[in-house]
């Protein structure tokens, strides 16, 4: 189809001007395309972030608090524990559904 212009423009003599309005139809798909990602990258960013701050507290955030003597070492422990599993949880579901995805 392209050519196909190409080849007719040529024969009208209206080249320059056909190139010039190919190119902004080129450049102006581009910025669409790129606008369009641009989007799509920050809706999926956000996704990422709610659901990494779906945990109260950090790890760092039990160590300091123990250090500063918040928790003691019981309920340090407790909260460590408790974390890690959830966090291996959350893996293995995603490992389960990247295999299943798979097959």
């Not at 999926?44 to 070492?73: A, V, Y």
């Not at 460590?80 to 389960?96: C, E, F, P, V, W």
Request: hydrophobic share 45%; with cysteine; aromatic share 4%.
């Amino acid at each position: 189809m392209v050519y196909a212009l190409l080849a007719q423009q040529l024969k009208t003599g209206d080249f320059p001007l056909g190139i010039t309005l190919m190119l902004a139809a080129i450049v102006a798909s581009a910025i669409v395309v790129i606008i369009v990602a641009l989007i799509c990258r920050r809706i999926f960013n956000r996704k990422i972030g709610e659901s990494s701050s779906t945990e109260p507290f950090t790890l760092s955030d039990l160590r300091r608090m123990h250090q500063e003597g918040q928790l003691s070492d019981a309920e340090f422990e407790r909260a460590r524990k408790g974390m890690i599993a959830r966090h291996l949880a959350m893996l293995n579901t995603s490992d389960q559904d990247e295999a299943g995805e798979g097959s």
